[in-house]
């Protein structure tokens, strides 16, 4: 039997969610179709998350689970459910029920239109105040450093999406190790459309990203789809080269027609200025050595630790 539909949600933290999740995607889907897959990822979470992922698994065999062997991160965890995912049409969503699975239908009603990938964009995020301002910010830093100019410039645009099995199959060919689920995707291109939803409160327990992995998840994700940052610190340094030609020309000027009294703190200041921009230029390029050490490497994006009705 052919699958239509694969769902597919990482999951962490999130042992008291997991029926509620399971109960209303199927109360969902089986309006569409019976022919369906649920894959839920148990992301190495320290709570009894895979137990109630085993419970549901057992009741009903469309359900499926993968166990990854420790936390490998929300987005190589969506790669090991695409990885297994069987449907014509497979669409991620997060697990803590912020992403409402009624609009499950009106994802495949785009898909029927002949569009490949679907993206969900949230009304309004749920979120704190912080988490929403630091969105917004780094998708503007973002779509600048990658030159982007015909994405939608906005950060409501969430991993609930849906991609056809085409998307699938070119996904599954992407070989970079660090890698962010939408920016793949953005990357992969294809025929794209947006729909409107509806952000809810989550169901239950709080966020697990706090400042310094939405710090880190935005590095990676800039350095993974960019490498302005290196072109803009030799612009930088063109510029300083410029800047103290003139600084030259200005004080041989003043020396023959209106001397200045020597002074250290301004010398002070222009070493510790010039020192801090290569120490940034340095740093920059370390980023980047660093990426390219992780990915010669080659590594698994993930390993399995079990699975359950694949």
């Known amino acids: 039997m052919s699958i239509e539909i694969s769902i597919v949600s990482p999951v962490y933290r999130a042992e008291k969610i997991v029926d509620k999740l399971v109960e209303d995607i199927i109360k969902n889907v089986n309006q569409i179709t019976q022919k369906?897959?649920?894959?839920?990822?148990?992301?190495?979470?320290?709570?009894?998350?895979?137990?109630?992922?085993?419970?549901?698994?057992?009741?009903?065999?469309?359900?499926?689970?993968?166990?990854?062997?420790?936390?490998?991160?929300?987005?190589?965890?969506?790669s090991a459910g695409i990885e297994s995912s069987e449907g014509d049409n497979v669409i991620v969503m997060d697990c803590d029920l912020q992403d409402d699975p009624k609009y499950i239908q009106k994802l495949l009603q785009k898909a029927k239109e002949g569009y490949d990938i679907v993206y969900t964009i949230k009304s309004k995020r749920k979120h704190s105040f912080f988490k929403n301002f630091f969105a917004s910010f780094f998708n503007i830093i973002f779509n600048w450093l990658i030159d982007n100019k015909n994405w939608k410039s906005s950060s409501e645009i969430g991993s609930y999406s849906l991609i056809t099995k085409k998307v699938v199959t070119a996904f599954r060919q992407y070989k970079d190790y660090r890698r962010h689920y939408l920016m793949v995707l953005r990357?992969?291109?294809?025929?794209?459309?947006?729909?409107?939803?509806?952000?809810?409160?989550?169901?239950?327990?709080?966020?697990?990203?706090?400042?310094?992995?939405?710090?880190?998840?935005?590095?990676?994700?800039?350095?993974?789809?960019s490498d302005k940052l290196l072109r803009l610190t030799v612009i930088l340094g063109f510029a300083l080269s410029f800047t103290s030609l003139l600084g030259i020309l200005y004080i041989i000027f003043r020396y023959f027609y209106a001397p200045i009294q020597n002074g250290w703190p301004s010398l002070v200041v222009l070493i510790l200025f010039t020192s801090g921009l290569i120490i940034t230029s340095i740093g920059i390029s370390a980023i980047y050595i660093g990426k390219i050490f992780e990915q010669t490497k080659?590594?698994?994006?993930?390993?399995?630790?079990?699975?359950?009705?694949?």
């Open 298 to 310: 080659q590594r698994p994006l993930f390993l399995i630790d079990k699975k359950i009705n694949l």
């Open 187 to 225: 990357w992969l291109g294809f025929n794209y459309t947006f729909i409107e939803i509806e952000h809810k409160i989550r169901y239950e327990g709080k966020s697990s990203y706090n400042f310094s992995k939405l710090l880190t998840h935005a590095i990676d994700g800039i350095t993974s789809q």
């Open 36 to 78: 369906f897959e649920i894959i839920l990822i148990e992301d190495g979470s320290p709570d009894n998350s895979w137990d109630k992922i085993v419970e549901n698994c057992e009741k009903d065999n469309r359900i499926k689970g993968i166990k990854l062997s420790r936390n490998f991160g929300q987005h190589y965890a969506i």
